[in-house]
Nanobody
């Protein structure tokens, strides 16, 4: 059974930091690209960024560039989201997702965590 378990969320003042973790079990972690996605109340989910199999991060939101850092530890089956200089608009539920594409079979495997709440007070 595949499980993605996020942790590290909470309440923090603006300007503070949090580090989210997502620990994965039930799949070969090193075969999966890992994503962080967030959803604010009343808004659609938006992709924050991802980290490749080799550990190279990419960030999809201009608003987090320079403040958020995504990394992975394949030995621990864990992906991290370090969030610094947090702003109230970063308040959201943060989800991790694991993605692998089997090009030969043309199948995409995507698994999601349950999410962790991040609240940034002004």
């Amino acid at each position: 059974q595949v499980q993605l378990v996020e942790s590290g969320g909470g309440l923090v003042q603006a300007g503070g930091s949090l580090r989210l973790s997502c620990t994965v079990s039930g799949l070969t972690f090193s075969d999966f690209w890992m994503y962080w996605v967030r959803q604010s109340p009343g808004k659609e989910r938006e992709s924050v960024g991802m980290v490749s199999l080799s550990g190279r991060p990419s960030y999809f939101l201009d608003s987090v560039k320079g403040r958020f850092t995504i990394s992975r530890d394949n030995a621990r089956n864990t992906v991290y989201l370090q969030m610094d200089r947090l702003k109230p608009e970063d308040t959201a539920i943060y989800y991790c997702a694991a993605d692998r594409i089997d090009f030969g079979a043309n199948i995409s495997y995507v698994f999601w965590g349950q999410g962790t709440q991040v609240t940034v007070s002004s």
